[in-house]
Every structure is written in C-alpha cells, then in structure tokens.
C-alpha cells in the first residue's frame, strides 16, 4: 500500500531556529512530491514541487531535498518566523496527473 | 493569476438531505481533483476529470457524485448526507508542466 508518513506530527520552536520537517513514502516510485501550507480552516497553498529526478528545490527560505531511494524528502526552513506557523504537509503523486496521496501533515508552531 | 474558485464557502445542512459544491478551475484547464479532509485528517482523494471524462476514483461514498462540464468547471453532489459527511472539500487543478497542483480555499460542510 502506498502511504506516505510525517513527523514529527506536531513542532514548537522559538523564532529564529532553522527547522526540519520529514516525509518518508512507502513506494519509492514516485513522479513528483509536493509540499504544501495549510492555515487553520483554509487551502491548502503549494509551497515547493520536486520532480523524481530532481534532488532539491528552493524557494526563499524553504529548501525541499528528496532521496527516493530511501524514500524520503524534508523541507528545510530557515531563520523560522511566527508567520510560518502553520501546517506543512507533504504529498506523492505515483504518474504524471495522478491523485496526491497526502502526508497527515506536522503542526509547526513558532514562538515571538 | 486566476485561482481556483470554489463555492460556496460554507454549507450547513441537515443529516438525509443533499449538497452540491461547485468548483471554477484555472481558466483553461481541463482537469479537477475532488479531495475530502476531514477534521484533523488528511485530505483524500475523491474522484478526478480529464476533458469531462471522469479519470480516476478514490473513496468517494456512493451517495456522491460528480461531473465535468464543458466549460470545465466540476460539481460535486452528495446525497442521504450523514454527520460524518462534514469536512473540507477541495478541488485542484494541475498547472505547468510539472503539474504542480494548486487547490482552492475549499468548501466547508456541516451536517447537523
């Protein structure tokens, strides 16, 4: 079965640290993964997309890395603001067009 | 740039009656992906289109339905609505060539 695991599930940190979020997916045969944002009640934002091939992607603070071999990608932030608190999901997508199977997401909370 | 746009934004309904949520894609694009969060999960995906025709199905209730239309927008229809029904309900739309999947601010659904 294809699922797809973060942790930690939830994350406090004081303003200012850089931070790690992990996502690991049982079927490494993966198209793309994609990290996305979540504010309480809201949508679901596109934070960075990694295809297969690729081994990182930037975008500001954010750095996504994905190994496929072991299965796993992390987003990296940087110089964390209480403005990132939020919830931070990852997703595997198995074909190009194919349906996103989600991450149960971590809850990162940053502290002033 | 135009968005995804979703209506309505909330819905409150009672248990056995029906609901039809809406879903604008971006301008232009010819596929939608329906998913279903429910509270403190993780979004799952529910049925897809490509150019009207329905392209793949996940776990969505027999209760539910959907359809494209040729302007491309896609509606959901769920029937003999139970409590459990009540989540957020997002539609998506790949764009660019990687298919990055962008999703609107969904729609909120609650049975009583």
């Known amino acids: 079965k294809q699922e797809v695991t973060q942790i930690p599930a939830a994350l406090s940190v004081p303003e200012g640290e850089n931070l790690v979020l992990n996502c690991s997916f049982t079927?490494?045969?993966?198209?793309?993964l994609q990290w996305f944002r979540q504010d309480p009640g809201k949508g679901l934002t596109s934070l960075l997309l990694?295809?297969?091939?690729?081994r990182e992607q930037t975008s500001g603070r954010l750095n996504a890395s994905l190994d496929k071999s072991s299965g796993r990608s992390t987003l990296y932030i940087a110089a964390s603001q209480p403005g990132d608190s939020a919830t931070y999901l990852c997703?595997?997508?198995?074909?190009?067009?194919?349906?996103?199977?989600f991450g149960q997401g971590t809850e990162l909370s940053v502290k002033p | 740039a135009a968005g995804v746009i979703q209506s309505p934004r909330h819905l409150i309904k009672e248990k056995r009656e029906t609901a039809t949520l809406k879903c604008y894609p971006i301008?232009?694009?010819?596929?939608v992906y329906w998913y279903q969060q429910g509270p403190g999960q993780d979004p799952q995906f529910l049925i897809s289109?490509?150019?009207?025709?329905?392209?793949d199905k996940g776990s969505i209730p027999d209760r539910f339905s959907a359809q494209q239309f040729s302007d491309y927008h896609s509606e959901l229809n769920m029937s003999s609505l139970e409590l459990g029904d009540s989540a957020l309900y997002f539609c998506a739309t790949p764009s660019g060539e990687v298919g990055e999947l962008f999703f609107g601010e969904g729609s909120r659904l609650t049975v009583l």
């Open positions: 079927d490494s045969a993966i198209y793309n």
């Open positions: 289109f490509y150019e009207k025709m329905q392209s």
């Open positions: 990694i295809q297969s091939s690729q």
């Open positions: 997703a595997v997508a198995y074909n190009q067009g194919g349906k996103l199977i």
């Open positions: 301008p232009r694009h010819d596929t």
